[in-house]
Every structure is written in structure tokens, then in C-alpha cells.
């Protein structure tokens, strides 16, 4: 199928009931953000999976490439002092 | 179970209620893997399973001693139907499914609106489920509405034909008959005749603001709540319930 007779991408975020961060779940097409919040709320989020809804335009979205591997995730393993495991976290410290 | 005048008009009343959402809630469900894509086909069949789960719960609050919600969606005949024609004409393509959609739950949701605080508990409860998923399809609906009538020539020329076509069934759903004047009274219904205004101050702009015509009509039609159709219910019934008729008892 052609890709042009399909209608635009969004992407979806939805928020869990618990008041967490919005996560991504999907994508659906639509053709205006009010329609793309409705497909959302048809397609992921009719069983009670939510309580708020995201809509972002997929283009508006951008993404790391392959390319990227090395220079943006590499360096991490190997410079354990950017880790912050030599520190003791005070007692009462809670959430951490 | 008694006799009585009152539980016989809540029964008529609850019967009526339901046959206008599951005989729509059918006509939905036909879209179902024909839907124009994915998302809406599934956003069709949503509002199909919300009215038929809505048709479930009044024909429970209908049935008897001797009828059960299955039997009355299933056994019964075209003319003991009490739906409005407007919900049993075909699906017709979809600006036509939108815009009877868009009619539809505007008047569903004042009249489930009116219906919370019927004196009958079961139906105040029912209404107050049905008032929030009859907000979403006028949402659902109106939204496609503008979309259709502000897209291209051609689907701007068959969401109004649609219109042209829908708008003589209207008057059928705000006609108060003898039952909707007795349930009324009893504190159990809503007066249908009462929803016809605010129906307009929900139902006018909109069409407004898509651009469309509300056609001039001489003469309603009306019939369906003294169970005199179209030739389409027969149809329909024919095949919603040739599985149940066919295989009676049968559970799945």
C-alpha cells in the first residue's frame, strides 16, 4: 500500500490511573488531533487503561538513529564515576 | 410480578427505550470489518457494544414472568418492535451512518440526561451509565460531521444527502404518545416532546458550522412505536436472529 493514501500518524501517550508519567502505547491515523484523540481513546484506552491521553503528531517526533549507538549510549558503561553508586543514601531517604 | 397500570407502562417504556439502541446498536455492528479504517471501524463497534449493553440492561428492566432480555431481542416479530424508523434504515454508506449517529445521540443524551432522575431506580441507574457514553458519540459523531461536510466536494454532497434523507424520521423520536404521557405522569419517563428544542440548540449549530442544510420537511414519518416499519427491520431481524431461532437454548 502506498504510504500516501494513508492518513497522518500520532502517536499516542497514555497516563496510567496511579498518577504516573504518560507512557507510550501506540499510534493511530487520523486526519486532525481531535479525530487522533478519539481513535486513541477508541483503540487503547476504552477498558479503563487511563486517565489522560496524549496525541503527538509522529513527524513532530525526533528520534535518535543507529548511528547514534556509539557516541550517544556508549560511553556510559565505562565511566563508572558518572554513576553516583559511591554515594550512601542517608537513612530516611526514601523513593530513591 | 403484578399487573399493575404502572409496571406495565415501565415495561412498554423500558421496551421502547431499548429497541431503538439495540436495533441502532445492529446496524452499528454491520460496519464491523467494513469500517473505512482500523481505528473507526473499532470506534463503531465501541458505540455499537455501549448501545447494545444499553438494550441489554432496558429489555432486562422490560422483561417478565414469561420474557427474558434475550427472548425479547430475539422471538419477537417486526411489528412488536416499538423502535423509531429512524434507527432501523440500512447503514447506508458511512456519512450517512455519521450523520444518523450524530441525530441519534444528541437525542439520546437529553433523554438519558432527564432519565437520571426517573422515579424507577433500574432506570435512573441505566440512564446514568448511558448519559456518559451518549456524550462521547455525539462527540464521536459531530467531530466526523464537520469532517465529512468540510472535506472534499463529494463527501460534502452525500453527508448532506444524508441529512436530506434522515431529517423526515426526526420528528418520530419528540411525538409524546399515550405511554410517553402516562410514564411522564407516573414520574418514570420524560416527555419526549420537551427534548425537541434543546435537541435543535445541540444539533443546529452544528450542521451550521459544517455548512450543511436542514432540508424543509412537509411530513414526519412516523410508525415505529406502534410497530409499523419500514420494510428494512424485517430484514434486519432476519438476521439477527436467525441464530438464536435456529438453535434455541443454545449458550456461548
Redesign the interface.
Known sequence: MATDTQWPLWEVFLQPPKGEAHEHAGSVHATSAEQALQNARDVYARRGEAVSIWVVPSTSITASTPDDMGPFFDPGNDKPYRHPQFYKVPRGVRGV | MSNSPDRDVVRDYALRLGDDRLVLGHRLSEWCGHGP????D??LA?MALDLIGQANALLGVAAGPDATADSLAYMREAVDFKNALMVELPKGDFGFTIVRQFLFSAYSLLQMERLTSSSHAPLAGIAAKAVKEAK?HV??AG?WVL?LAGGTDESHARTQQALDELWRYTGELFAADELDRAATAAGVGVDPSTLQSPWHAIVDPLLERAGLEIPAVKAMQTGGRVGRHTEHLGHMLAEMQIVARSYPGASW
Not at chain 2, 37 to 40: Q, T
Request: charge should be negative; aromatic fraction near 8%; hydrophobic fraction near 35%.
Open positions: 479504517i482500523l481505528e473507526e473499532i470506534a465501541n462521547y462527540r464521536h467531530e469532517t
